[in-house]
């Protein structure tokens, strides 16, 4: 591995490596932002949110259903591929972290597994 990357806060492990913007450890899954003041807070402080594929999400992002869904009390459910414009990241209920507005059903909260940013 690299000399100049930093050791895991979590864990202490030797064995990190950078992912676009983050630093990951691989034996813990612990995930950072490097640099900066106060590395151990920086993870409480801001959550990060991936798609379906591993793109980090932020809000107002337009993103892309993957699957089929069912939606409760519709005959027919949200279909792949539907389009979702400026969706918001909340901390939802049973990892429901993207509230948004879908066209034809209205307010309603998606996981964040079930979409790729477009």
Known sequence: ?????????????????????????????????????????????????????????????TVTVVKALKVKGSVSGIKAGTKVRNIRLVDGVDGHDIDCRIEGFGAMQLKSSVVKKA
């Open 1 to 61: 591995m690299s000399d100049n990357l930093p050791p895991c806060p979590q864990c202490s492990s030797e064995y990190t490596y950078e992912m676009n913007a983050l630093m990951v450890c691989p034996e813990c899954a612990h995930e950072w932002v490097p640099g900066g003041d106060g590395q151990a807070g920086a993870p409480a402080g801001e959550r990060v949110i991936k798609d379906a594929v591993g793109n980090v999400l932020s809000d107002g992002d």
